[in-house]
């Protein structure tokens, strides 16, 4: 009686090899194509990003070029320097930053709401420019320029204002581009830009949430393929951990521990990485933007210590103004008025402090009633002008029509390039506001 003999054969090797090569070939082409995929995902995210950093400098250029002009005016009006006249007419007429800001954000998102906000920013920048004109025709008048551009000659003088006498004219025109009129019409351009940039942060959260899903979506798909790969051939797990594995377990764990990804890996890791880098250095700028008040104090929006000290061991000496105040006889208010009138005081000197510095300098709160001003980018500053500055601030202080005390400041005044380090320029500018208040107080001093 005969029996089958049962069959040893195995699998070929062979043919194991070719299903090997059959799946390194599969799984290598699906990889190829994924990271290609992912990397143009991130491509398109990067510059989405970019893009809208763009949008936010177009929004922001606006306002510079609106405070520029009225830095121009106000000392035109002030110090009569026929210089600060050609300079608000050739930003106005020849930079024209403000209408290429509304022309590229045009360009870059069409017809918008955050586009119409700007519009109007800049509407109303157009609309102040009346009351500048008017104030340097009073400025012309009295300093008898006559040559002046045809915005500033037409402009009809009231009659009243057209018998004043030149200094009566000067203080006219400075009263124009400093009272609360003007400012509310600043800040009303001021809220028409925040209002923009508000828009673009909603235009760009919603783009970056569309992208960050689809993205997530290709991320699955690499995923799937290392796996397909790690089980069909262990030669290739070894060069795909080395070349994609490692870098994305180690991309995932920087991003747990909020870190900047290493660029490590194949190139197309890395460039993911540079395009992520690029993402949480935006994300660390909007999460700076939520540290406001960690560094500003709360009653009168100026920085605090933490500020104070954080921009004092950043400054360049040698392009610094330091500027120490103090309020005279602050103690004697709080003990007349109570503290919540005290309070107000020092939310008035702020805000008299804010209208006559620039945008980009800084004003510190670091005591009670002490508080600094950095003067930033000034290599060279004329004493004369921050003489007028002080004696302006005081000024404004002694009007009581807003049912306040009335105050004054001595003022200690150094330049960082008279000191060794930011530990000495303190000290200077403090012995300078001492030198102030032993002089009778409501003054300044110079160190030195």
Known sequence: MGFKRKSNKGISLRTVNLLMIIGTVITAGLMFFSTIHLATGFRNLTETSERVVELR?????????SDYLTECVQRFAVLGDRSFLDAYFEEAFQAKRREEAVAKMADGVGNTAALDKLRSALAGSLELMNREYYAMKLVADAKGY??????????????????????????????????????SQKNRIRDDMKASLS???????????????????????????????????????VLTSRLG??????AVNQIKADSAIPEMGAEEFRYLARAYNKMYDVYKSSLKRLNFKASHDELTGAYNRSGYELLLSSVDLNNVYMLLFDVDNFKEINDSYGHEIGDKVLVKLVRVLKSKFRS????CRIGGDEFVVFLVHSAKIDREQLVEKVNGINRELAKDDDGLPVISVSVGIVHGSESSDAEDLFKKTDDAMYQAKQKGKQTYSFYG
Not at 146 to 161: F, G, I, Q, R, Y
Not at 245 to 250: A, G, S, W
């Open 146 to 183: 006559t040559d002046c551009p045809n915005e500033v000659l037409n402009v009809k003088l009231s009659e009243e204002d057209e018998a004043l006498s030149p200094a009566e004219k000067m203080q006219r025109a400075s009263a124009i581009v400093h009272d609360d009129g003007y400012y």
């Open 360 to 363: 980009d300098d800084h004003i």
């Open 199 to 237: 828009e673009l942060e909603v235009m760009a959260n919603d783009t970056y949430s569309s992208a960050l899903k689809s993205l997530g979506g290709e991320m699955t798909v690499v995923r799937t393929v290392i796996i397909i790969q790690t089980i069909g051939i262990i030669i290739t797990v």
């Open 57 to 65: 400098k177009d929004a922001v250029e606006l306002m510079d070029g």
């Open 245 to 250: 594995i490692h870098p994305v377990l180690n």
